[in-house]
């Protein structure tokens, strides 16, 4: 299984700035999109055109799937993955599980997993074994934004956007506030409130 070796690029790590009146960090839209064209080539060039299986997780990734999966040359095949979590009993010992759906088959194929964030890696590990029980050629993990310090697996993306600090919490892009709004965000940021209203294009 891959998605445990150290992640090819490190441009990403150096693309947090801080906003003007100091509210935190940002990644502006273009920005977002100059990284996400760069780890499009990254992966064309790594599968040579061949088909390509992404899956991609709900409900955080799917922003960042659809603008990445546009960027990819070759024939590509989506599938989508709900992640669920569950409070158990064990013999008197609470815990939580994590839980997916169907997975789909994908023997014999080149699989590339497709997240908003890597922190823990609890979840993403559970996930690419589940994916890597049906025999794929080859399966990589791709994500947004990479936490490492909160790190709880021996686990590392293939492919990452962009490094942040463990206590940054994003929204934008795809990623929600507490109250859920702000997924509709064209930009990330940090420590801001989440209104709604999307960045405007410059023309």
């Not at 994500?143 to 940054?168: H, I, N, Q």
């Not at 409130?193 to 410059?202: D, H, P």
Request: with cysteine.
């Amino acid at each position: 299984m891959s998605g445990r070796k150290a992640a090819s690029s490190t441009r990403g790590s150096q693309a947090i700035k801080a906003n003007a009146k100091g509210r935190g960090a940002s990644f502006s839209e273009s920005r977002i999109a100059g990284r996400v064209a760069e780890l499009g080539r990254e992966i064309s060039r790594a599968y040579d055109a061949r088909r390509l299986d992404v899956v991609i997780t709900l409900d955080r990734g799917f922003v960042f799937a659809a603008d990445l999966i546009r960027e990819l040359d070759g024939t590509v095949v989506c599938h989508f993955v709900r992640e669920e979590l569950r409070d158990v009993n064990d013999s008197g010992h609470p815990r939580r599980e994590v839980l997916f759906g169907a997975v789909p088959d994908l023997k014999g194929r080149d699989v590339l997993l497709v997240d908003a964030i890597l922190e823990s890696g609890v979840t993403q590990e559970f996930l690419l074994r589940r994916l890597g029980e049906s025999s794929p050629r080859s399966l990589r993990l791709a994500v947004l934004l990479d936490k490492p310090e909160k790190r709880r697996v021996d686990l590392e993306s293939d492919y990452f956007g962009f490094k942040t600090a463990s206590k940054e919490v994003w929204v934008g892009y795809g990623l929600a506030a507490a109250n859920g709004t702000g997924r509709n965000l064209r930009q990330l940021s940090n420590g801001a409130k989440a209104t709604g209203k999307t960045e405007r294009r410059k023309k």
